[in-house]
Each structure stands twice: as C-alpha cells, then as structure tokens.
C-alpha cells in the first residue's frame, strides 16, 4: 500500500460518493493519476455511475475495502511508529509541526 492509495482509500472511506474527478483535485494530481490509483486499489473500492453526468464515476468502499480499512489504518500506523522509534517525544513534536507547515 503507497501512500497515495492510502491517502485516496481513506478519502474515498471519508466521502462516499466522491467523483474521481474531485479525488483527483483533492490530491493535486492529474485525473489519470486518480484513475491508476483507484484500479490499483482493485477490490476495495466500488465505482458507481453518477447521475446526470455519464462521464463521472462516484467512488465508495466496497464491503471488503470497509472490512480491510482497519487493518491498513493499524499497519500504517505501526509503520509510522516504527520510522519514528529513534525520536525523542520533542523531535516527533517538531517534526509534526514542520510536516503541518508543509502541507496545511
């Protein structure tokens, strides 16, 4: 799991219904990029047609994306424990702030 198809599984579980279109926007990419991440998220992710515009597809978590989410949000997290383990409790806060200042 990259961190673009976490970031865009975690908006789609968020905001059922967005368009990938809007995906795309949130995430400052192109809506090509959109579109290889939510194929490359297969199974998890449902797309629905979207009424009035034959052009859109409105994204959802599909049962098995709503039954895995947990697990992936743990793995992540674990993760990001895990790459934060030699950090001192002042350097995680610091680096937090920097991140949050990078990307409000």
């Known amino acids: 799991m ?19 279109t809007e995906l795309a926007a949130i995430m400052g990419i192109a809506r090509s990029g959109a579109l290889a991440i939510v194929e490359a998220l297969g199974e998890l992710v449902d797309r629905h047609p979207v009424p009035g515009d034959a052009r859109a597809q409105a994204l959802a978590l599909s049962a098995e994306g709503q039954a895995r989410l947990p697990a992936i949000i743990a ?14 409790a002042d350097e995680v806060a610091t680096l937090k702030a920097l991140l949050a200042r990078v990307a409000p």
């Open 75 to 88: 793995e992540v997290r674990a993760h990001d424990r895990e790459a934060a383990g030699d950090l001192t």
């Open 2 to 20: 990259t961190t673009q198809r976490f970031s865009a599984l975690v908006l789609i579980a968020a905001n059922p219904g967005l368009k990938q």
